[in-house]
């Protein structure tokens, strides 16, 4: 038996009742690729320095003895998959699997889920924010950018969701 | 009288442990609403499953009527909260590159890692791409600086664009949202897919 999802507008008040914490505690929105962003730049001064330090892009992170990794967003990163095990355990949902479609193959599925992530993160690093940080965030501090980002990102999906579908229904 | 790090000066370490447990918090919201699935977030887009939208709506609007409560009784200073810069094309491009990142991957990146987070493979890669991602973008920066820099119009609120009041806006986008969750009820009927829903 299958422990359930919370309902829906539960879950969503519960979501915005986080997000209004971040903006009443750190005067600041929710964020995912962000975080993923200071990670990669971390590893990069770590295996390069020389690479990160002539960089337009990396240099500045690193600026007056600056440490990408001690970040809010890095830390908050670390806080959300903490959050999202302690639900999974607490719903029993806890368990390795590769969850696709019946119709598809494992490496089928691996493979646009890696191409998934590439685009996702390569446009949310461009509009400054992912569907957290520039659409959700964005909205709820009436932001112009974040109502944008966030119809041109479900706008695009509906648009692609036609050419994937054998992916998924 | 927040935010509470900006006007207390509170220590760094401080704020970085609010990070924690909001983190914390996010993370559970996200699994708790199903977001760990990356086929519950696709029926999204083939109408057999519209948990995304009445999260998604529903989030927004406790956070932006809920700051604006706290504003009004003098509890919240929002114009000390982050507002998002509105960069035209590049909110636009990327939005439209992270929509086909989402229905090709399943996830964006923070469902991805609430996913990763009770044992889902496939958001483990999803999340490696994410990475992958990152990195091209910063080694491809100096030829897209441009693009990400330009048509700049700072941090604009929508409301002020329309010349209406932050109020008058919410109220509107409640409507809409209203309607959007009446729509969303039709296409889960409409477009119902059990063999799918029973198994997420």
């Keep these: 038996m299958k422990n359930k999802y919370m309902n829906p507008y539960i879950a969503g008040t519960l979501l915005g009742l986080v997000l209004l914490m971040a903006m009443f505690l750190s005067g600041r929105g929710l964020g995912a690729s962000g975080g993923l962003k200071y990670c990669v730049v971390s590893i990069v001064g770590a295996v390069d320095r020389q690479h990160t330090d002539n960089s337009v892009y990396y240099g500045k992170y690193f600026e007056d003895g600056n440490k990408p990794l001690k970040n809010w967003l890095t830390v908050e990163l670390l806080g959300l998959l903490i959050g999202g095990f302690i639900s999974g355990a607490i719903s029993k949902r806890l368990k390795l699997q590769v969850e696709k479609s019946p119709d598809i193959s494992v490496t089928r599925r691996l493979v646009f889920a890696f191409l998934g992530g590439v685009f996702f993160v390569y446009g949310a690093q461009l509009a400054r924010g992912c569907t957290s940080g520039a659409a959700l965030s964005g909205m709820a501090v009436l932001s112009l950018a974040g109502f944008v980002t966030m119809m041109a990102i479900f706008g695009s999906a509906y648009v692609f969701a036609w050419f994937f579908r054998k992916n998924w229904i | ?200």
């Excluded at chain 2, 609430?114 to 791409?129: E, N, Q, R, T, Y």
Aim: glycine share 12%; hydrophobic share 55%.
């Design chain 2, 1 to 200: 009288m927040g935010p509470i790090v900006t006007l207390t000066g509170l220590p760094e370490w401080v704020d970085l442990l609010f990070a924690l447990v909001i983190g914390i918090g996010f993370g559970f919201a996200l699994e708790q609403a199903g977001f760990s699935s990356s086929r519950k977030l696709a029926g999204m887009f083939y109408g057999y499953d519209t948990t995304v939208i009445k999260v998604f709506f529903t989030a927004a609007i406790v956070a932006l009527v809920g700051s604006q409560l706290l504003s009004y009784f003098g509890l919240l200073d929002l114009n000390l909260v982050f507002v998002n810069e509105f960069y035209v094309k590049a909110a636009i491009i990327g939005g439209i590159i992270m929509g086909a990142g989402f229905i090709m991957g399943g996830f964006c990146p923070g469902t991805g890692l609430s996913a990763l987070s009770i044992g889902k493979i496939d958001a483990m890669v999803f999340a490696a791409g994410g990475l992958a991602g990152a990195f091209l973008f910063a080694e491809t920066y100096p030829y897209i600086q441009n693009l990400a820099n330009g048509t700049y119009k700072g941090p604009v609120k929508i409301n002020e664009a329309l010349g209406i009041s932050p109020g008058l806006f919410t109220l509107l986008l409640i409507v809409a949202a209203l309607v959007m969750f009446w729509i969303a009820e039709i296409a889960e009927k409409r477009f119902a897919r059990p063999d799918i829903t029973d198994n997420i």
